[in-house]
């Protein structure tokens, strides 16, 4: 019945383009970004709500000056070129500093913007969402094929090729868009030009911030400037450029527009399952192009990856040990109620921060989506119990079970990825995972996620389920520790210090990684079973980006060198969480200042920084 | 008894043909050298014959088995042993690992999920070190070490495969003059006596014309002579081909990884 | 009850000793947890918070409660269930709250009752709207205030009947709120509106719809009716592309809290005018006790009420005089003095019904008209909730305890 009416098809088919065009405005820049400065830019989806709002604050206060379509689209620009400007200082103030520093650092940095910038903006614009003004001239709807069509939605359409074709014009009829090109070419050969590096590098992030700021301010009549634009335009933003093909600005108009069109149509088929689509198309591409479809293989220059290095065995480790495990053993005596709750939440995070330790400090596989195993773990535990009725005893191990095979499932696709394409994947699979818990409601709950998912009788007072989580914590830890020192551990690490040099000694290289992610994936699944049953419940956030993330802020805040940095990054940032956060409605700004504090000041962490200065006192 | 074959090789990346039909064969306990200016493609035959790259065109083989589509790890499998023209050890380990790392993997041991891998086949390991003069050194982290050390360790990598054939890409590379001669007489012992076929290259033509049994010279892609090292130095289209390129044959070229 | 070890005892003795004038001058309040989305939800929770500020104040300007001050304990639930526990759980343990109130999001609030049945406190759900918190998920612990999504629907439906629509549409968040109420939608309009069907439904993610592909699905389906539950950034896009569109020409529109001034406000001069809603027409309302309460927050906040400023006044109130009349602050006690209890609110007589912990609060039923540049209701009337509630066989039915 659909398909036979040709006018809604034909609005339907519009309605994607102006997706699309919306989507490739605020893509592009992070594209062309990622081609010269190699550093996928997490802060874009921030520049591009910062975009928005400021358009809508801006506007209509020019408007009540002057009305009229001049004064809105002057408007418009006035907002991207301030965006650009932002851009402009975050390049200056920290992407300069770490153009040279591991992917993972790269990627955490920039994150940490993000959660500088969703405070400061409530702070700057106030927390209500602001609607802008809606273009003058253009409030009345166009007639196609006898149904109404909104009349910006046609300037929008035509939007993305302009943008394309000043782009376009600009990388090839300027001396700076020569630069871009080289650059994203070969970085040394544009080193080797004598060309001041620091003007490119910082012009490439005003034009990159420019069209984000854009793409935002173009927004402003059909959304309303909210908080939450910033995650979800940066997750399509990175799948329109992946699969385009990083750097590829060709590449990301073609992603836009499948990407749009699935989405407009999509609607229709699968009402509820919009956001899987779009992750699943990356996954599709990812595996028949894993460079996209106009992308190139990285040129890796030397080894990015940093991890953990060989070191003597300290003396008197047992010693420690049994202090370590008989210090766990007696807090109940003297923690109270609370105290044992949030001790026994920083062994969950212990452990899941040192399953990831195995995939990035000992694989040098940087895996941004290890949420998916936490969350796998977590549902699968919830799951066993709403639907199977299972006890707590038996649901664990379903919950571990279900993040090893969707660990090793995600796994399998992207042990045949490296470097930064590794990186978005994991992401996507993540992002996939949340999608399904979000948007599956009959089975997960969607948003309302699962509640009623407590502990065991015998294990149900915080005293029990303590030693129960600290007991599996111990065993796991222990386990996964053997691991790393065994041949296994040392064949991951052989591959990630020199992947020429595993192969050649006959490692093979993807197996071990795939087992790596089936291990990890256990253990953080193991993890969050132990999670759902502290807190009764489980909802889609535990499988999204800020999860991804507080597991690698936990690896970087102890030190990624280190074995055992993870544990004690959890446990400092746990309990300063759990210390702060009540304190104040700015823990997103400290928590992202101290991030980039960390990877500019103190990248070898805690217990990486603790450990060089007794090493260095001897 | 001829190891190594090589035939009608031919590998271009876009328009640069690095290598066009190379022909060659190693015998057993011979070695041959490969030389050639700069970018001549000689890296891009040993990437061939390592598995690193697929060729376009073109057939190796090995003890009369066909690898030439065979993963680096399957040619390890068959006798295949090399280092690189920029080292490549395993930097967060002690030189002693990076052996031991090897022979667990020529055991099939690298699954291993237990036992610590720093204990096993520890003695086997600085014995292979020693071999190559770097016994003392067994401690030490990869990272610490010389690069002339590290392209050592390499080559005790290497041989820690057991190899029938060893490709040297520029393996004195890195070295005072004395060193070199002494890494490659030690080289020529060890293929003598365990009858393995080296393939290397080099641009310090001493250590070329006193080691090698046959030289190939390479000239953009192709093998534009072939022969004992009198006849190469005779050759009046090599000396031409080197006019140019002078200074490409003494200096060595690798650069320290960064 | 929470175990104090040797060196709190210490540290304790210490504090005691040293500041022992000081805390025997008075006696330590009585804390009350509070926790909300005051992040994500800030248009709503913000207002919310300075309506229990006032009220908090307002008490212990008076003194108090069982001649013991009143202390809010608030926290950032962080709009999701996980979190939620965690802060309930700090409240309870670690602060030591007598009893819980707020929440924002449905699922939240669900998360929440299963926590307080779990750990035995008393949790009043303040704004949460899903059946389910007083119907199948609800407990001897769980209370709620604000009338609940088959309440406010029900109101509503009534309305449809005269309009005549029959070919109805659904547009709804898609979570446990948007779900609960398009599901006693369907239910009540079945019930009441002989011959009505639902032709369409659509479920964009909360906070992520399109709204063209949505308009455009739901045009495609040409209803006479359309029943939405958006609110947020999701209804003005929604609002946004359906008057642009024309989707709501000539439609019977019946929506949920829109004509609450949280939703109104952002709409601006493009308020839909004539859609049915439910919602607070603060400034139209002139009983002289609600009166004085919108004088007193204008007054200290520069600011006009939101539906969420009465709620969060209402609702401390409704805590002191249970408190009052448990005698004492054990969640036995408190229980039996909310159950089928009557409070004299600011906005008339409420009462909390003991099979279903559901208070007896109605909403405001009117149109949406454009007054000037911004949106208000007309033709608004109060409809008291008690009629509209489920009916005993139909709680005893869900019900689980
Ligand atoms: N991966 C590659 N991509 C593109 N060109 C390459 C690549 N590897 C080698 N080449 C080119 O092939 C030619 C031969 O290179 P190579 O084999 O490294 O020479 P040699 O080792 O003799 O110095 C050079 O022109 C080089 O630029
Ligand atoms: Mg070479």
């Not at chain 3, 210490?10 to 992040?39: D, M």
């Not at chain 3, 609450?260 to 001069?269: A, F, R, S, T, V």
């Not at chain 3, 002191?320 to 229980?335: F, K, L, P």
């Amino acid at each position: 019945m659909l398909a036979l009416d040709p006018s809604f098809l034909a609005v339907q088919a519009l309605s994607g383009l102006s997706s699309a065009s919306s989507l490739f405005i605020a893509a592009c820049g992070l594209t062309i970004v990622f081609g010269v400065t190699r550093i996928v830019n997490f802060a874009h989806g921030s520049l591009y709500m910062i975009g928005a709002y400021t358009a809508a604050t801006l506007i209509p206060r020019l408007l009540d000056l002057s009305f009229g379509p001049m004064t809105f689209w002057a408007g418009i620009l006035a907002s991207a070129l301030i965006v650009g400007l932002i851009g402009v200082i975050i390049e200056v103030l920290l992407l300069r500093r770490i153009y040279g520093a591991p992917e993972l650092f790269q990627l955490l940095a920039t994150f940490g913007v993000v959660l500088v910038v969703q405070d400061l903006v409530v702070q700057v614009f106030g927390p209500e969402d602001i609607l802008g003004p809606r273009a003058p001239g253009l409030r009345a709807p166009v007639e196609i094929l006898g149904r109404r069509f909104p009349s910006y939605e046609l300037v929008l359409i035509a939007a993305g090729p302009v943008v394309l074709g000043l782009v376009w014009l600009l990388l090839r009829r300027t001396r700076f868009g020569v630069l871009v090109r080289a650059a994203t070419q070969d970085r040394d050969m544009v080193a080797s030009l004598g060309v001041n590096q620091a003007m490119l590098f910082t012009g490439t992030l005003f034009l990159g911030a420019f069209l984000a700021g854009l793409g935002g301010a173009l927004q402003i009549p059909r959304v309303s400037a909210h908080t939450g634009m910033d995650l979800s335009i940066i997750a399509e933003a990175f799948v329109v450029t992946v699969v385009g093909g990083m750097g590829s600005v060709p590449g990301a108009f073609l992603a836009a527009l499948i990407i749009g069109q699935l989405q407009a149509f999509g609607i229709l088929i699968v009402p509820k399952s919009t956001l899987v689509v779009v992750f699943l198309l990356m996954a599709v591409v990812l595996a028949i192009r894993p460079y996209g479809f106009f992308g190139r293989a990285e040129v890796v220059g030397g080894s990015h990856a940093v991890g953990i290095a060989s070191r003597k065995p300290l003396p008197g480790r047992f010693a420690m040990l049994l202090a370590v495990v008989a210090g766990l053993a007696c807090l109940p005596l003297v923690a109270d109620a609370y105290l044992l709750k949030v001790a026994t939440e920083i062994l969950i995070f212990a452990l899941f921060a040192f399953s990831l330790q195995l995939l990035i400090g000992v694989g040098g596989v940087v895996s941004f989506g290890h949420a998916a195993f936490f969350g796998l773990g977590a549902y699968g535990a919830a799951l066993a119990v709403k639907w199977f009725g299972l006890s707590m005893e038996a649901a664990l191990p379903a919950g571990l079970a279900l993040a090893a095979l969707g660990a090793g499932l995600i796994g399998a696709f992207v042990v045949r990825l490296s470097g930064i394409y590794l990186a978005m994947m994991t992401l996507a699979a993540a992002q996939i995972l949340f999608a399904v818990a979000f948007q599956w409601v009959e089975v997960t709950g969607g948003d309302n996620g699962i509640v009623g998912v407590w502990p065991a009788g015998w294990a149900g007072g915080p005293v029990p389920y303590y030693l129960l989580t600290a007991a599996l914590t111990v065993v796991a830890v222990l386990l996964l520790r053997r691991i790393i020192d065994a041949p296994f551990g040392y064949a991951l690490r052989a591959a990630r210090d020199s992947e020429a040099r595993a192969e050649a000694i006959g490692l093979t290289i993807r197996r071990h990684r795939w087992l790596a992610f089936m291990i990890a994936g256990a253990a953080a699944g193991l993890a969050g079973g132990l999670y759902a049953f502290s807190r009764g419940s489980v909802d889609p956030s535990l499988l999204g980006i800020s999860t991804s993330v507080d597991a690698l802020t936990m690896l970087l805040l102890g030190g990624i060198q280190t074995v055992m940095g993870p544990l004690a990054g959890a446990a400092v940032l746990h309990a300063l969480r759990d210390w702060v956060m009540p304190l104040t409605s700015l823990w997103r700004l400290m928590l992202g200042l101290s991030i980039i504090a960390m990877v500019l000041i103190f990248p070898r962490g805690l217990v990486g920084t603790v450990r060089d200065w007794w090493e260095a006192r001897e | 008894m001829t190891l190594l074959s090589v035939s009608g090789l031919q590998k271009s990346f876009g328009g640069v043909v690095a290598a066009r039909d190379v022909e060659f064969t190693v015998a057993r306990g011979e070695m041959l050298a490969v030389i050639g200016p700069n970018g001549a493609g000689k890296s891009t035959v040993f990437n061939m014959v390592g598995g690193q790259l697929r060729p376009d065109r073109g057939r190796v083989l090995l003890d009369g088995h066909d690898i030439t589509h065979a993963s680096p790890q399957k040619r390890f499998r068959r006798g295949v042993g090399r280092t690189f023209q920029v080292a490549q050890t395993f930097l967060s380990m002690s030189a002693a690992e990076n052996i031991q790392m090897a022979l667990i993997s020529c055991r099939r041991q690298s699954g291993g999920l237990w036992s610590p891998a720093r204990e096993r086949h520890r003695e086997k390991a600085v014995q292979l070190l020693a071999r190559v003069g770097m016994a003392e050194a067994a401690d030490v982290p990869c990272s610490a070490l010389a690069y002339g050390d590290v392209k050592r360790v390499e080559l005790a990598i290497a041989l820690a495969g057991e190899p029938k054939l060893l490709l040297m890409d520029e393996p004195t590379a890195g070295m005072a003059p004395r060193e070199r001669t002494e890494l490659m007489d030690l080289t020529a012992s060890i293929a003598d006596t365990q009858g393995i076929g080296v393939l290397f290259t080099e641009h310090d033509m001493d250590v070329v014309f006193g080691h090698a049994a046959r030289v190939l010279v390479l000239l953009r892609g192709r093998i534009i002579a072939a022969g004992a090292p009198d006849e190469i130095r005779r050759n009046e289209e090599v000396k031409r081909a080197y006019l140019g390129d002078e200074h490409a044959l003494e200096r060595p070229k690798g650069a320290r990884p960064a | 009850m929470v175990k104090i070890s040797a060196i709190r005892w210490l540290a304790l003795g210490a504090v005691l000793a040293l500041g022992a004038p000081a805390v025997h001058a008075q006696q330590a309040p009585i804390k009350i947890g509070e926790l909300n989305s005051y992040a994500r939800q800030a248009a709503f929770t913000v207002p919310y918070r300075n309506g229990w500020q006032l009220a908090l104040d307002e008490i212990n300007a008076k003194g108090g409660v069982l001649g013991r001050k009143i202390e809010i304990v608030s926290r950032e639930d962080g709009a999701t269930t996980g979190d939620a526990t965690r802060v309930a759980d700090e409240l309870v343990t670690r602060e030591g709250a007598i009893l819980l109130f707020g929440s924002f999001l449905s699922n939240v609030g669900v998360a929440m009752a299963d926590y307080a049945n779990q750990k035995k406190i008393v949790y009043i759900a303040a704004e949460p709207l899903t059946d389910a918190i007083t119907m199948a998920q609800g407990n001897r612990y769980t209370f709620r205030i604000r009338p609940n999504n088959t309440m406010q629907v029900g109101m509503l439906v009534d309305q449809a009947k005269a309009s005549g629509a029959k070919r109805w549409a659904i547009v709804a968040p898609n979570y446990e709120y948007g779900q609960s109420a398009a599901q006693a939608f369907k239910r009540l309009i079945q019930e009441r509106v002989p011959g009505a069907q639902i032709v369409v439904e659509q479920y964009p993610a909360l906070g992520k719809i399109e709204a063209g592909a949505t308009v455009s699905a739901i045009e495609q389906a040409k209803p006479d009716g359309i029943f939405n539950v958006l609110f947020g950034p999701d209804l003005t896009q929604f609002v946004r592309e359906g008057n642009t569109r024309g989707l709501f020409e000539g439609a019977t529109v019946l929506s949920l809290l829109t004509g609450e001034p949280e939703w109104l406000l952002p709409l601006k001069d493009e308020v839909p005018e004539g859609w049915t809603v439910t919602g607070y027409p603060w400034d139209q309302i002139t009983e002289p006790k609600h009166k004085a309460f919108v004088d007193a927050y204008r007054a200290k906040y520069n600011d006009t009420p939101r539906l969420g400023s009465l709620l969060g006044y209402m609702v401390v109130y409704m805590i002191r005089d249970a408190v009052e009349r448990a005698g004492s602050t054990d969640t036995e006690a408190i229980i039996k003095a909310l159950e089928d209890a009557k409070f004299d609110t600011v906005i008339g007589p409420v009462t909390m019904r003991g099979i279903d912990n559901q208070s007896s609060m109605g909403a405001w039923v009117g149109k949406l008209v454009l007054k000037g540049a911004a949106g208000g209701m007309a033709d608004w009337a109060y409809k008291d909730g008690t009629s509209f509630m489920p009916t005993e066989a139909e709680v005893k039915a869900v019900r689980k305890d």
